[in-house]
């Protein structure tokens, strides 16, 4: 069993940061990816950004990219999305994922 808890969502205008935090514990995933999805109101959940277990490797939708940085703590299980420049349209819940493990996610919004 894995347990996901996101924090850092929150209220903030356009142009404006937010930085979430996905703390892991249960088992642990040591070739699994660690990944932030987002669902906006009306549509369906999509990938935001991804990192590799040894933090080698990133991975971020085109609607993100230069914006969003995502990076882990693995001393602490933990997996940052650093969202920068942010706008009205990134305003979704967003979620931590690893394997068929999901967080209750956290809620963005973005004001214009």
């Known amino acids: 069993q894995v347990q996901l808890v996101e924090s850092g969502g929150g209220l903030v205008q356009a142009g404006g940061s937010l930085r979430l935090s996905c703390a892991a514990s249960?088992?642990?995933?040591?070739?699994?990816?660690m990944g932030w999805f987002r669902r906006a109101p009306g549509k369906e959940r999509k990938f935001v950004a991804a990192i590799t277990w040894s933090g080698t490797n990133t991975y971020y939708a085109d609607s993100v990219k230069g914006r969003f940085t995502i990076s882990k703590d693995a001393a602490k299980n933990t997996v940052y999305l650093q969202m920068n420049s942010l706008k009205p349209e990134d305003t979704a819940v967003y979620y931590c994922?690893?394997?068929?493990?999901w967080g209750q996610g956290t809620q963005v919004t973005v004001s214009s």
């Open positions: 994922n690893i394997g068929t493990y």
């Open positions: 249960g088992r642990t995933f040591s070739t699994y990816a």
